[in-house]
């Protein structure tokens, strides 16, 4: 924490603000890794080569509800923490099939009570952070909430299919109090749904009028930019 302080008081001396970003792997650190209670995979990673961590495959347990209020209030004290340090907000990563991801993707979530089965359903995880959070930051304090479609067992998963799928994922997370949505996609330029140029973040600001942070091999030489993305890169 002391650590963290100095760097807060660095960028902040420097003019620039920031938010530490709050991470639980879940089953993507290496089922039987350091700390693991969980045979018989020690020392085998989750992901790579062997693929363990991949829908269909059951490498671990459920989270019990006790280790869900765990969990959360783990989230929380680290917010709370990150405040009090001087942090100017926090991000919460639900992305890439990390632990809250593996909530929201129906690939890796098979739980039949209030944390499985519908999308909204599948969200409750995170909602149930982000309410915590908020009611301990105050009001006035930002909430990112970064995701992503992608994840990095499948670059191709899909969280949901069009705009309305998007509109019934994002609306528990908004009512549970995030500020600003960081859309992870890996090509920003690339159109979310048929039928519309706006990418992950474009629709997120469409749908929420929230704040959307895009991201995505933004930083590629023009080279491998063609003409239309080199357009949007420069709006
Ligand atoms: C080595 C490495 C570490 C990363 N660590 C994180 C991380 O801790 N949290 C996160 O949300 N994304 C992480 N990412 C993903 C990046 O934030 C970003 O989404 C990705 O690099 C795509 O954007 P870009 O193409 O503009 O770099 C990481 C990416 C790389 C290559």
């Known amino acids: 924490m002391a650590g963290w302080k100095k760097v807060v008081d660095e960028v902040h001396a420097a003019g620039a603000k920031i938010a530490p970003q709050l ?19 020690p020392d085998v990673p989750a992901f790579g080569p062997s693929g363990l961590l991949m829908p269909g495959k059951e490498i ?6 006790d280790d869900i209020e765990q969990v959360v209030a783990a989230y929380v004290q680290g917010a709370v923490d990150a405040r009090a340090l001087g942090f100017d907000c926090i991000e919460i990563h639900g992305a890439h099939g990390y632990m809250i991801d593996q909530f929201f993707w ?14 909204v359903k599948r969200a409750q995880f995170a909602v149930d952070i982000i309410r915590g959070i908020r009611a301990k930051v105050g009001p006035d304090y930002p909430i990112i909430f970064r995701f992503s479609q992608w994840k990095l067992v499948d670059y191709h998963a899909q969280l949901v299919n069009n705009p309305e799928e998007l509109e019934q994922f994002l609306k528990p997370l908004c009512d549970a ?17 048929e039928g519309s140029d706006l990418n992950q973040a474009g629709w997120t600001k469409k749908i929420t009028g929230k704040p959307a942070i895009t991201v995505g091999s933004i930083s590629l030489k023009e080279d491998f930019l063609d003409e239309r993305a080199r357009g949007i890169a420069e709006h």
């Open 23 to 41: 991470w639980h792997t879940g089953i993507m650190r290496g089922v039987g890794g350091e700390g693991s209670s969980l045979e018989p995979y």
């Open 60 to 65: 671990g347990h459920s989270m019990s509800l």
């Open 106 to 119: 129906e690939g890796t979530n098979q739980r039949s009570d209030a944390y499985g089965g519908s999308l």
């Open 177 to 193: 109090g995030v500020d600003v949505f960081h859309c992870s996609t890996r090509r920003f330029w690339q159109p979310e749904f």
